[in-house]
């Protein structure tokens, strides 16, 4: 039976060429770790909210066309409550109830690498991404790495049949 004993070096040159390779090999594998670690991270900037996105309207309560989206308010649950919003994944806005009647409504699309900005917590827009943070009343981003705000939809809230519309150009 061989003996399990490792080699040990015999000689200078081999304890040099054992400890480069070794060092190597443990510095490969270091930075292949933190590598991955990087990217096993789904959450981006773990400083923002740990609310998830809201599900998406029900489709009866959002119609689309080229031009604008029209949300019937009432039956979407999270539009009816001051600072509730709501992503519409087609054509990647957000709609957020700010109160007393009032809308804003925002392109969802973060300036900084074109990912949704998708949550809302304490009156900011968050891009879980990277961690960018907007004004929920301005779109005007408040904490970067996003050096501009989000483009503004146009939108209006027709009391008389609860009907919020957003125009898309």
Do not use: W
Request: aromatic residues 4%; charged residues 10%; glycine residues 8%.
């Amino acid at each position: 039976m061989p003996d399990a004993t490792p080699m040990l070096p015999t000689s200078p040159d081999e304890l040099v060429q054992l400890s480069r390779r070794t060092f190597v090999s443990a510095a490969t594998l270091s930075l292949c770790g933190l590598a991955l670690g990087g990217c096993a991270s789904s959450e981006g900037n773990n400083d923002g909210p740990t609310t998830p996105t809201p599900p998406p309207p029900p489709a009866d309560a959002v119609v689309v066309t080229a031009t604008e989206v029209r949300i019937t308010v009432a039956r979407v649950p999270e539009l009816t409550q001051q600072n509730g919003f709501v992503f519409v994944s087609a054509p990647r806005i957000i709609v957020a109830n700010l109160g007393s009647n009032q809308f804003r409504a925002y392109s969802a699309v973060c300036p900084h690498e074109a990912q949704n900005v998708s949550q809302v917590q304490n009156g900011l827009l968050f891009c879980p991404t990277h961690g960018s943070r907007f004004d929920l009343a301005t779109g005007q981003v408040v904490n970067g790495p996003a050096n501009r705000g989000l483009t503004t939809r146009q939108s209006t809230f027709d009391t008389a049949t609860g009907v919020l519309t957003v125009r898309l150009s």
